[in-house]
Structure formats: C-alpha cells, structure tokens
C-alpha cells in the first residue's frame, strides 16, 4: 500500500524526538570516561611463598564505534523521514475551491501551509474593524467619501439673571427680591455626523469570506497532503560518508 504524505507528517515528529534523545544520549554516553575504559591485572608476588591476591578487571562499556553505528542508524531514521517529506512537498499540490469555483489552481502544500496562517491574522484584523454606531442613522455621502447621520438641531441657550420679587417695598423695609437664572434660546445648532467606519453588514460580510477561504484553504492542504510519496533513502549515503 503507498504511503501518504500525511501518514509522513504524522511519523516525523515522534521520529524527531527519538532521534534527539538518542543524540543526547550518544553525547552523553561518550563523554563518560569511566564507561569508555577498562583494566585488566594480575598479581605476582616476589617470594615463591608470598601472599597471592585473585586477578582484577574492569570491562569497557561503551564503545565508541558501537555509538556511531546506533547514533548513524537513529539519524538515518530521521533524515529519510525528512526528506521523503520535502521532496513531497515538492509535487503536493491541490486546488483551492470557494463555493464550487477554482479560485486558485494547483497551489503547492507549503503555499496552502502558509495562506493558512496568514488567514488567521487576516480573521483577526477583519474581526477589529470599527463599526457605525447602531444607535444612529446612516447615509452614505459620495461628496466626502463617508458615512453622515441626518440634521440634528438642537437649541443654544444662554443664562438669563431674573428678579423674583417675594415681597413688595414698604415704608419700613426694602422690597425682598430674590435673583436667579432662566436657561434662554438664543440659537440653534444643526449638527451632522460623519464616519469612516464600516456598517456592521460590511463587517460581517468580509468576516464571512475570509472563514469561506479558511475552510477552502484547509481542504485543499488536506487534498494535497494525501498525495502519495516515494520513500527517500538519504541517511545511508549521508553516514556513508560521515562515519565510515
């Protein structure tokens, strides 16, 4: 049965982190001093009739050819993955349908990779457009390239000083006036709203495409990812080359 692209993509990552922890591993086992030495000896004593002591020995236990091998054969793993990936990737193509209608044709996996994540910012600048203000009514006027509200009047006022007499004059005493102001017309103001923003329609509108074009840029990468792949045997020549 040929295999997928995407049953590659699936295997590369767990395939990574084998081959980094078996690299570390390596370093590290190498790196012991202890492992990578042994001693052998025997005791001979001077006088025929001496005390005699049983021989000694400590056994290498790392070898480093042996990490070279183990280490070549964990990366091979790696590097075929890899490159049966990348030249892959080089043939998966598919195109991007919206609504039925090819809108781009035969677009490689990598360029769906990244449509697809410039759409998510793409989502979120179109998701923070400003919006009219529902509260008002809005008209589009060519003559300023915007948006106006309807003429608004409202009144200017002004604060007037009146006398309220509580109490006329007497011969006695003085009239008790007392003062205070009255909120007068003197005017009015015609007022009219302008905005560049955009009717919430719009908004909504744009968001709905720019979801359409996520979900058909998905597919496609799905499509593409399905192409079938032929195995690269790169790591064998590599090693090959590095450690023989």
Same mark, same amino acid.
């Given at each position: 049965?040929?295999?997928?692209?995407?049953?590659?993509?699936?295997?590369?990552?767990?395939?990574?982190?084998?081959?980094?922890?078996?690299?570390?591993?390596?370093?590290?086992?190498?790196?012991?001093?202890?492992?990578?030495?042994?001693?052998?000896?025997?005791?001979?004593?001077?006088?025929?009739?001496?005390?005699?002591?049983?021989?000694?020995?400590? =056994?290498?236990? $790392?070898? *480093? +050819?042996?990490?070279?091998?183990?280490? /070549?054969?964990?990366?091979?793993?790696?590097? @075929? #993955? !890899?490159?049966?990936?990348?030249?892959?990737?080089?043939?998966?193509?598919?195109?991007?349908?919206?609504?039925?209608?090819?809108?781009?044709?035969?677009?490689?996996?990598?360029?769906?990779?990244?449509?697809?994540?410039?759409?998510?910012?793409?989502?979120?600048?179109?998701?923070?457009?400003?919006?009219?203000?529902?509260?008002?009514?809005?008209?589009?006027?060519?003559?300023?390239?915007?948006?106006?509200?309807?003429?608004?009047?409202?009144?200017?006022?002004?604060?007037?000083? =009146?006398?309220? $007499?509580? *109490? +006329?004059?007497?011969?006695?005493?003085? /009239?008790?006036?007392?003062?205070?102001?009255? @909120? #007068? !017309?003197?005017?009015?103001?015609?007022?009219?709203?302008?905005?560049?923003?955009?009717?919430?329609?719009?908004?909504?509108?744009?968001?709905?495409?720019?979801?359409?074009?996520?979900?058909?840029?998905?597919?496609?990468?799905?499509?593409?990812?399905?192409?079938?792949?032929?195995?690269?045997?790169?790591?064998?020549?590599?090693?090959?080359?590095?450690?023989?």
């Amino acid at each position: 049965m040929a295999t997928k692209l995407n049953q590659i993509i699936a295997v590369e990552k767990g395939v990574k982190a084998k081959a980094s922890a078996d690299l570390t591993q390596a370093q590290h086992d190498v790196q012991k001093t202890a492992l990578l030495t042994g001693i052998a000896r025997t005791y001979q004593p001077r006088d025929e009739d001496g005390e005699m002591f049983p021989p000694e020995s400590t =056994r290498v236990q $790392v070898h *480093a +050819e042996d990490v070279l091998r183990t280490t /070549a054969s964990s990366l091979t793993r790696l590097f @075929d #993955v !890899t490159a049966t990936k990348d030249w892959a990737n080089c043939d998966a193509r598919a195109d991007v349908k919206v609504d039925g209608r090819v809108l781009l044709a035969e677009v490689p996996v990598s360029y769906l990779l990244f449509l697809e994540k410039q759409l998510v910012d793409v989502h979120g600048f179109v998701k923070k457009l400003p919006v009219l203000d529902a509260a008002e009514s809005w008209n589009r006027d060519e003559s300023t390239d915007s948006w106006r509200t309807e003429p608004v009047k409202t009144n200017r006022t002004k604060k007037v000083y =009146r006398n309220h $007499v509580k *109490a +006329e004059a007497t011969e006695k005493h003085p /009239a008790q006036v007392e003062v205070y102001t009255e @909120d #007068v !017309t003197i005017g009015h103001w015609t007022t009219v709203k302008f905005s560049g923003a955009l009717p919430a329609r719009r908004v909504n509108q744009l968001l709905e495409r720019v979801e359409k074009l996520q979900q058909a840029v998905k597919f496609a990468r799905e499509e593409a990812n399905g192409t079938e792949v032929s195995d690269q045997r790169i790591g064998d020549a590599v090693f090959a080359f590095l450690f023989e």
